[in-house]
């Protein structure tokens, strides 16, 4: 895999939460209650910085969303965790982005003091139930406890794979899209991608719901593996309500024609080295010097010696 951050599974999560319903709907169920009762969901929005630096870009991934808590500018940060092996050294890491995220602001507002943030870590890896300590005290060799006295209480994270199903039907905006990260790794994402499209509490009547929709069709389509897609597409033909029928419809039409245009780029390719491997076939015929044809050609000298060989063993 390339690097993690630039995962399908990051780039559906950020795409999902750039719609203001799903990033209110996703605070509203897993902020506490007492930064949810003096948050105004109506200014929250999300900016386009990221403060996450290049140790830790390999497995994390930040939406910072600036917002009004009791009146008051302030910031909410998302982490996304994406190592498939969950890290033990997590709340120190966390907290290495938090100061630094704090560090940045004072710099641009040196004579302000610094804004409150709610860091939350939104962990997707294999390993479910998280399995380390969530206490930045807990990455110290402490034995006498000391560090407990000078910092604070454990990390908040949400594993998405213990999250039951029932919890996640309930969240309008956000919960068909934890159950499409829940699900996305299974070896037959047909099953899990229709129960999550047939339960799909959108009214599907504006143009966010059917982004949305758009949005999910293209995660599980392409990050999930389907064994079958066409007796995927005949149980959504009976199973699925005529707008998400249609959408499925669509989208496996413009797979269809993406392939069939791979395929002509790659018969683009094939006959273009077939026409160069021609064309250097008669000019050893005609006794041409290698070094003479790799500039003609562009072939490389192994390539033309290979052409050489076949030639030779040609009968006659």
């Known amino acids: ?39 105004d969901v109506n200014s929250l929005e999300l900016t386009g910085h990221s403060y996450i630096d290049t140790d830790l870009r390999e497995s994390l991934s930040d939406l910072v969303f600036r917002c009004e808590l009791a009146c008051r500018p302030t910031y909410l940060t998302l982490l996304i965790e994406h190592q498939s092996t969950a890290d033990r050294m997590l709340p120190f890491r966390v907290h290495h982005y938090l100061f630094g995220m704090l560090h940045s602001h004072r710099k641009q507002h040196p004579d302000k003091p610094l804004p409150a943030v709610y860091t939350l870590v939104f962990y997707h890896g294999e390993v479910t139930p998280y399995p380390y300590s969530l206490d930045l ?68 009547e504006d143009g966010e719901s059917i982004e949305l929709l758009e949005l999910l069709l293209n995660y599980l389509l392409s990050a999930g593996n389907i064994e079958d897609v066409n007796a995927f597409i005949a149980l959504s033909a009976e199973r699925l309500s005529g707008p998400v029928r249609s959408e499925i419809m669509t989208f496996a039409e413009k797979l269809k024609q993406q392939g069939i245009q791979e395929g002509m780029q790659e018969g683009i390719r094939e006959g273009i080295q077939k026409g160069v491997n021609t064309v250097a076939l008669t000019m050893l015929k005609e006794g041409a010097e290698t070094p003479f044809i790799a500039r003609m050609t562009g072939l490389s000298m192994a390539e033309i010696e290979r052409l050489r060989v076949s030639l030779e063993s040609e009968p006659g």
């Open 137 to 204: 005290w807990d990455c110290f060799d402490d034995p006498c406890g000391l560090m407990r006295e000078v910092l604070y209480q454990p990390l908040p994270l949400i594993d998405v794979n213990q999250l039951p199903d029932e919890a996640l039907r309930q969240q309008q905006w956000v919960g068909p899209m934890a159950r499409a990260l829940k699900y996305i790794r299974q070896r037959d994402m047909a099953p899990y991608a229709l129960d999550i499209l047939e339960a799909l509490p959108w009214s599907l």
């Open 1 to 39: 895999m390339n690097r993690k951050i630039n995962a399908p599974h990051d780039k559906f999560f950020r795409a999902a939460m750039e719609h203001k319903p799903v990033a209110i709907d996703f605070f509203n169920h897993y902020l506490p209650h007492k930064v949810r009762r003096v948050l």
